[in-house]
């Protein structure tokens, strides 16, 4: 029979005893407090057993012990075992010290080195002794396949509760479960407008960041919850991007139930496993997907076709056309190379900021290959503004009432924000009020931070009115959009300084799909193959300039003007005359008589000599000299057809026969003082013809 002198001998009483004390999770700590009791109470039992140093290591509370995670309790024990400080190791149960096979039998190994015993509730074991061993190694492995039992057992009935869409896991922002009907939305109806508006202004804009930036221009908040994940009450602030691509990836507000979005992943650091959760899965992995589950924001066709535009706007990823990003290049991202297939890259020449060129340069940087094309960008992307202004000419009228009727939905969505943001703050200060109104006058330490709080909220408050009386205002004539002018003037409107080339670019990646470029070397043109949106395709050919030909060329309309005028006019008139028509130089310069006359020169266009004129035409001011009268009176013969005159252009000056001065009329026309003269009209007929 073995004694208790032999289980414990006193070489081992005059080390320490070690309480490990453990429970498994933070819900654990705080819910199950008789257990802790329990394990602290093995103190009395070391001391029953004879030693005097009791030392408890309660550092892993909370922690699991299935070799996840780390464990500094642990670790301190495996350090005063190897330290030979350690006479018996005092748990609950196997369980307490490990729930894996790695841990525990070096725990044993350690305990068997420095003849140290391990005891629990049922007795002493002697780790050296072959007996004690297998039983201690038996009750390590009872302990690890329990955990694994009890886990498998909590996963699958969790899963096929999930198949049934049962499973009440936690729900985003919009959404709560209610007791009697299960999911629904969250009945703030701010909140349900708030994401609504998300979805509205991506499915106008297409693309995640520029919602973003809508959102935030117009001072749009967003909630965030204030209580962790139990969202029962939030904090408004100001909207940021992950709310918007959070919104816009989650099958959630699309009606869908989803479960198993996410894996755990298993790494070994420092000669230890560890375990990461929250690693998104594709979504054809997803565990289970069950559509119109329940209510949403939006329908499963539309958050597919959000997924899909998501994707095309990725930067640098393949497979997509890329989103407008703004730059100096109309067609960035759009057009792809018709000899290789590749996409072309957009260069910029010259002085800054430089002049845009497309080229297909990856044969050339990968390959070594010969470039496949390159071409100028100016006269490309005038061209195709030009064919997408001709495509929208006919249905202009259509788009400016869409956009009316649009910018008018956007201007009553933001009211109605504001409204319920008003709505919230005068709950609040309501709240604030009432707070105030309940507490003891004479409790000054609190009643002075009510008072502090009710201030501020009815500040929000006062704030929220603003903001409501800012919108109801109407905007100027320079703020409010001129959409009828919009469907008179497609170019001007589409050339206005005020327009963004980011807003040009999604213009144009609203109509069309792709475009496939390639250049005619036989006759110096580019090839571009416009694939449209609805479908249909068009081939558009832009001449290719010569080498060392440059766009700063005079109009061919300027020149047939100096070529009229030249004979019978300076060049101070037809610099005017090509003013007032609008025409301007190659170089985008008005006109001045030194650039006509260098233009003359240079284009060999004789020059205009004052010798010449012989007196039988008269310009306006001559004829007003002879006439003894002002340039006004001559020009006004001259509108109402008394005078004869001619033009060589629109907009060039008035010339005028000298012998028509003498004419009867016109020497009628200048004596009648009374009212303005008006021509015999014989062929008219009289509104009253029986008086």
């Not at 297998?134 to 009750?139: H, Q, R, V």
């Not at 985008?588 to 020059?607: F, L, P, Y």
């Not at 008394?642 to 026309?669: F, N, S, Y």
């Amino acid at each position: 029979m073995t004694t208790t002198v032999e289980i414990l001998p006193p070489t081992l009483l005059q080390r320490k005893a070690i309480v490990y004390v453990r429970q498994s999770s933070p819900g654990q700590v705080e819910n199950n407090p008789e257990s802790r009791r329990r394990q602290y109470e093995l103190v009395d039992v070391a001391r029953h057993r004879g030693f005097r140093t009791v030392e408890v290591i309660d550092d892993d509370l909370g922690r699991s012990a299935s070799g996840m995670v780390a464990r500094p309790g642990f670790e301190r024990l495996v350090a005063a075992l190897c330290a030979g400080e350690v006479g018996a190791v005092v748990c609950f149960d196997a369980s307490r010290l490990a729930r894996n096979g790695r841990d525990w039998h070096h725990l044993l190994e350690l305990c068997g080195l420095v003849e140290a015993r391990v005891i629990d509730l049922d007795g002493v074991y002697n780790p050296c002794l072959p007996n004690d061993r297998l039983l201690l190694g038996m009750k390590g492995s009872i302990s690890e396949f329990e955990l694994g039992i009890i886990r498998a057992r909590m996963l699958d009935a969790a899963r096929a509760k999930a198949k049934r869409g049962e499973l009440r896991i936690s729900v985003p922002i919009g959404y709560v479960w209610h007791r009697d009907y299960g999911l629904g939305f969250d009945p703030d109806l701010r909140l349900q407008q708030a994401i609504r508006t998300i979805f509205d202004r991506f499915r106008a804009l297409g693309s995640a960041r520029q919602t973003h930036l809508s959102l935030a221009a117009e001072g749009m908040f967003f909630p965030r919850p204030s209580d962790g994940k139990r969202l029962t009450s939030f904090e408004w602030q100001p909207i940021r991007y992950r709310n918007v691509i959070g919104l816009l990836k989650n099958p959630f507000y699309a009606g869908a139930y989803a479960y198993g979005k996410s894996e755990k992943r298993i790494t070994v650091v420092d000669g230890r496993a560890r375990k990461s959760y929250g690693h998104g899965k594709p979504f054809e992995d997803w565990e289970v997907l069950i559509r119109e589950h329940h209510e949403g924001y939006i329908d499963w066709a539309e958050f597919q076709r959000s997924q899909a535009s998501l994707a095309c706007n990725a930067y640098g990823r393949s497979g997509g056309q890329k989103s407008g990003r703004g730059g100096r290049a109309l067609l960035s991202g759009m057009l792809t190379c018709g000899r290789c297939g590749r996409g072309l890259a957009v260069v910029y020449a010259g002085l800054a900021p430089g002049r845009p060129v497309y080229r297909c340069d990856r044969p050339n940087l990968m390959l070594g290959l010969p470039r496949c094309l390159g071409f100028g960008g100016p006269r490309i992307d005038a061209a195709i503004a030009e064919e997408i202004v001709r495509v929208v000419e006919p249905v202009a009228i259509e788009a400016a009432l869409e956009a009316e009727r649009m910018h008018h939905q956007r201007q009553n969505e933001r009211r109605r924000i504001l409204e319920l943001d008003l709505q919230q703050a005068q709950y609040d200060a309501g709240l604030a009020e009432r707070r105030y109104a309940a507490c003891d006058p004479d409790n000054r330490l609190i009643a002075a931070q009510l008072e502090k709080n009710w201030e501020a909220a009815l500040r929000r408050v006062e704030e929220c009115r603003a903001r409501v009386s800012e919108a109801d205002l109407p905007p100027g004539a320079d703020q409010a959009p001129d959409f009828t002018g919009l469907a008179d003037d497609l170019v001007r409107a589409w050339n206005a300084p005020g327009v963004a080339t980011r807003t040009r670019q999604q213009i144009l990646r609203t109509l069309i799909a792709d475009i496939i470029a390639d250049v005619d070397d036989a006759n110096r043109e580019v090839v571009l193959t416009i694939h449209w949106k609805g479908g249909q395709h068009s081939v558009l050919r832009v001449r290719k300039p010569k080498t060392g030909e440059h766009g700063c060329q005079t109009p061919d309309q300027a020149l047939a003007v100096m070529k009229q005028m030249a004979t019978r006019y300076s060049d101070d008139d037809i610099a005017a005359t090509l003013n007032r028509m609008g025409i301007r130089t190659g170089q985008n310069k008005t006109w001045t008589a030194h650039r006509v006359s260098s233009i003359r020169r240079v284009q060999g266009i004789h020059a205009f000599r004052p010798a010449e004129k012989d007196g039988q035409w008269l310009t306006m001011r001559e004829a007003a000299k002879c006439l003894e009268v002002s340039s006004h009176v001559v020009r006004r013969l001259i509108v109402d057809r008394i005078l004869p005159a001619e033009q060589v252009v629109p907009g060039a000056p008035w010339q005028i026969e000298a012998c028509h001065l003498q004419k009867q009329d016109v020497i009628k026309a200048i004596r009648s003082k009374s009212r303005p003269y008006r021509a015999d009209a014989q062929k008219q007929i009289s509104m009253f013809p029986n008086t």
